[in-house]
């Protein structure tokens, strides 16, 4: 499943990938920030952002979806990967972490990407 998460998150217009927290993280950034995160030492459960409503909405809704561990819970939510979640409600979790992302984004750097407002 990380795999394919990977792929997908690799798909998004100047997405790359480091592991600037460590050997034990995995995170996916586009213009230097991160819009997903995905930790080797709890292997069942992938982060992203989301709009503060958003969070709580998905919390509410949906077992599988917590605050994530170690992130600022207003924002950031861990999925399950074990969960019964389907994939592509996981991708559209990316795209909208993904476009959090790029809507904080200096307006210059947005500007000077095109790309970027295609999500």
């Not at 019964?84 to 750097?109: A, Q």
Request: charged fraction near 25%.
């Amino acid at each position: 499943m990380i795999e394919a998460i990977r792929e997908y998150c690799l798909s998004l217009p100047l997405a790359t990938e480091d592991m600037g927290l460590g050997e034990d993280y995995l995170l996916f950034r586009v213009c230097g920030k991160i819009f997903a995160c995905y930790g080797f030492v709890r292997e069942d459960y992938f982060v992203v952002k989301a709009n503060p409503e958003y969070a709580m909405e998905l919390r509410d809704r949906y077992s599988e979806i917590q605050p994530a561990w170690h992130w600022n819970k207003k924002y950031w939510n861990q999925i399950s990967l074990a969960g019964s979640l389907s994939s592509e409600f996981i991708k559209s979790l990316i795209r909208h972490s993904y476009s959090e992302v790029v809507g904080k984004l200096p307006k210059k750097i947005r500007s000077q990407y095109p790309e970027l407002n295609v999500i």
